[in-house]
């Protein structure tokens, strides 16, 4: 069992930024997948940046490419997610979730980012763009 607890949402105007954390305890040497998803209000929860902590290989869908950035520190249990250049569409409860490996295909056009591949979840933390 892993737990997730995510920090650093809050409310921002259009163009800041805001760094998020996910502290990850338990058995947390087994996940090598850690990934971010984000869930605006009356939407599906889709994914921001996933990373293999063991090649450290990342992956970002289109629509945020360029703006966000995923990081882990190992020593601190800690996944890291940088926005910039925050937009009012970027507003939404941001997850952390875990995973015992990433679906295969990470670095290929092919690879896609799907909440049902993750089995572990944080609760949350919320982020507000305003314009």
């Known amino acids: 069992q892993v737990r997730l607890v995510e920090s650093g949402g809050g409310s921002v105007q259009r163009g800041g930024s805001l760094r998020l954390s996910c502290v990850a305890s338990?058995?947390?040497?087994?996940?090598?997948?850690m990934a971010w998803f984000r869930q605006a209000p009356g939407k599906e929860r889709s994914g921001v940046a996933v990373?293999?902590?063991?090649?450290?290989?990342?992956y970002y869908p289109d629509h945020v490419k360029g703006r966000v950035t995923i990081s882990h520190d190992s020593a601190k249990n800690t996944v890291t997610l940088q926005v910039d250049r925050l937009t009012p569409e970027d507003t939404g409860m941001y997850y952390c979730a875990a995973e015992r490996s990433c679906r295969y295909g990470m670095g290929t056009p092919y690879f896609l980012l799907l909440r049902a591949d993750f089995s572990n979840w944080g609760q949350g933390t919320q982020v507000t763009v305003s314009s």
């Open positions: 338990g058995e947390t040497s087994g996940m090598a997948c």
């Open positions: 990373i293999d902590r063991g090649t450290g290989s990342t």
